[in-house]
């Protein structure tokens, strides 16, 4: 079954989730990444301590320890990026065989929809996944942006150009925090997707536990506690 003949298969309710869903995916993002000022996030709190890391950088000869902390953090999101890739082309591959959708259908007593109705959100779910593939391979090369501003710092603390290339050093790899993140979410909500596969209610559910999971990890107590101790 053609994509666009499938589309009319989702009923109102299907349409609003996925609204729902847009939006949550957009204003998890956004209070993120730019909270209250009386309560800042986990992911703000790091970026303050991003800085510091960059500032302390500019007192250490050698950086070798520098060069590994950053050497580990794109391992991190090479892992990430292939793992996603994986589940990407499971996804795919799934959503483009029709018989095996209908033959799932018939096996879960509870799913909802048709099997062309199943490879639109599945469809949804594999975008997510691209998304977050995508993210994961740009944070990548951030954080290696990141390593060669820091091998062009110099070492002469008296140099001028010193705290300006910590500085530009310190933004990248906040950048790069922000966009893995960012893969992270993604992969999160295309998990959230799946609960669609059972009904429009089901995906709610699912997306209003994603919002209170990530609204315990970065503002409730916890991580945010400890990086907030005098």
């Known amino acids: 079954m053609d994509m666009m003949e499938s589309l009319p298969l989702l009923t109102p309710g299907d349409w609003a989730g996925l609204t729902v869903l847009t939006m949550v995916w957009w204003g998890a993002t956004w209070i993120v990444e730019h909270p209250p000022r009386r309560r800042p996030s986990v ?18 000869d050698g950086r070798n320890f520098d060069a590994a902390i950053v050497g580990n953090l794109r391992q991190g ?7 996603s890739l994986f589940a990407l082309g499971g996804v795919l591959a799934l959503a483009g065989n029709s018989d095996r959708v209908a033959m799932l259908i018939e096996n879960v007593p509870v799913a909802a929809g048709s ?9 949804v779910s ?25 091998a062009a710092t110099p070492e002469d603390h008296a140099d001028p150009r010193a705290p300006r290339c910590a500085t530009q050093a310190a933004r990248l ?14 992969i999160y909500l295309a998990l959230v ?8 209610e089901a ?20 991580a945010r506690e400890v990086l907030t101790e005098d």
């Open 173 to 186: 790899n906040v950048r790069a925090a922000h966009v893995l993140n960012r893969g992270l979410r993604s």
């Open 115 to 123: 099997a062309g109705a199943w490879q639109v959100k599945l469809v």
């Open 77 to 83: 999101t090479a892992f990430f990026a292939s793992g």
């Open 203 to 222: 995906l709610l559910v699912a997306l209003a536990g994603f919002a209170a999971v990530i609204g315990w990890r970065e503002f409730g107590p916890g």
């Open 193 to 200: 997707t799946l609960a669609w596969l059972l009904g429009w």
């Open 43 to 60: 992911t703000t709190l790091m970026d303050r301590h991003r800085h510091a890391w960059m500032r302390q950088m500019l007192t250490r």
């Open 126 to 150: 594999a975008l997510l996944l691209t998304h977050a593939f995508l993210s994961f391979v740009w944070s990548n090369r951030l954080f290696g942006y990141c390593a060669v501003i820091m």
